[in-house]
Structures are given as structure tokens and as C-alpha cells.
């Protein structure tokens, strides 16, 4: 009878342990996906760095809309997106070096659609930053890659003054 009982008492231990395990694993799945994203992202910004206008072009598919605190823009192929870049990348923040990732986070809008909402801050060659800015960069999935259609770059939100101190 106590054997009985015990296993009464166990069974529900044992049957639910399982879905708890493949989520665990769901979960472990959909967070090394995020980070490769994520890794992918800086890539991205690595390529900016060494102006590797090739690379960058690697990332996106056309056409894609660009917005950069202003009106957006439409860029219609690979040859159009490095004149843009060669453009942006001589005008970047004077003594620009590299950029580092601040935070992301990744918002999926569908399977085959996602976003990077990105902080990120530019050094110069003193590591000083001279810059921090905040951009989405929204992709799709084109032949099992994801490449990325818009980007928009979001002012920064300024700090408030605590009220309490005045």
C-alpha cells in the first residue's frame, strides 16, 4: 500500500517533468538564435568600422528604406547602398575609431520578420566616447539568410531631471 502511495504522490513529479525540459530547451534554442542575431548585428557594425562597404552591402536586400533622423530615403540596389555608405562613413563623428553595442533587444514580428531595437556608442582612438546613438534595424529572411530592409535611427531619450534634488 505505501509503495502504491508513493508512486501516487511521484507519478505527477515524473509526467510533468518533461515539457518543463523541452521548454528549457525551446528556451536555450531561441537564446542562442537571439545572440547569433545579435553577433550578426555586430558584424555589421565591424564592417562599418573598417569601411568595408562590400560587407555592409552583404547585410541588406533592396530595396530598403533608410531613415536617419530625417526624411527616409529608398536605396534601390548594392551600388546605391555603398555610395550612401562611403557618404555616411566620411562624415561620421570626427576621431570615430570603432562602436561597441550598448543594449538590444530583439522584438519578432513574425517568423520571418524581426527587429533590433540597438544602443550603441562610438570611441574615438583614446577609447572616449564621442557618440551614442539608438537605431532599429528590421530584417527578413531572404533564401534562409536574414538581411535587413530598413533602418532607422531614433533620437535618444534625455534624462530627467529629478525633482526632488531642486
Known amino acids: 500500500m505505501k509503495k502504491i502511495l508513493i508512486i501516487i504522490l511521484l507519478a505527477p513529479i515524473f509526467a510533468f517533468s518533461q ?18 542575431l545579435i553577433d550578426d548585428w555586430e558584424e555589421y557594425s565591424k564592417a562599418f568600422e573598417y569601411a568595408d562597404y562590400n560587407k555592409i552591402a552583404s547585410y541588406f536586400t533592396y530595396p530598403l528604406t533608410f531613415s536617419l533622423l530625417e526624411n527616409p530615403i529608398i536605396i534601390e540596389s548594392k551600388k546605391d547602398l555603398i555610395i550612401f555608405y562611403k557618404n555616411m562613413r566620411t562624415n561620421v563623428q570626427e576621431g570615430y575609431k ?69
Request: positive net charge.
Open 19 to 36: 515539457p518543463r525540459n523541452q521548454m528549457n530547451n525551446e528556451g536555450m534554442k531561441k537564446a542562442f538564435f537571439e545572440k547569433q
Open 98 to 166: 570603432y562602436s561597441l553595442l550598448d543594449r538590444s533587444k530583439i522584438i519578432w514580428l513574425s517568423k520571418d520578420v524581426y527587429m533590433i531595437d540597438a544602443t550603441y556608442s562610438r570611441y574615438n582612438e583614446d577609447y572616449k566616447r564621442i557618440y551614442q546613438g539608438r537605431g532599429v534595424y528590421m530584417y527578413k529572411k531572404i533564401d534562409d539568410k536574414w538581411k535587413m530592409f530598413s533602418v532607422s535611427s531614433l533620437p535618444m531619450p534625455t534624462k530627467k531631471k529629478d525633482k526632488s534634488k531642486n
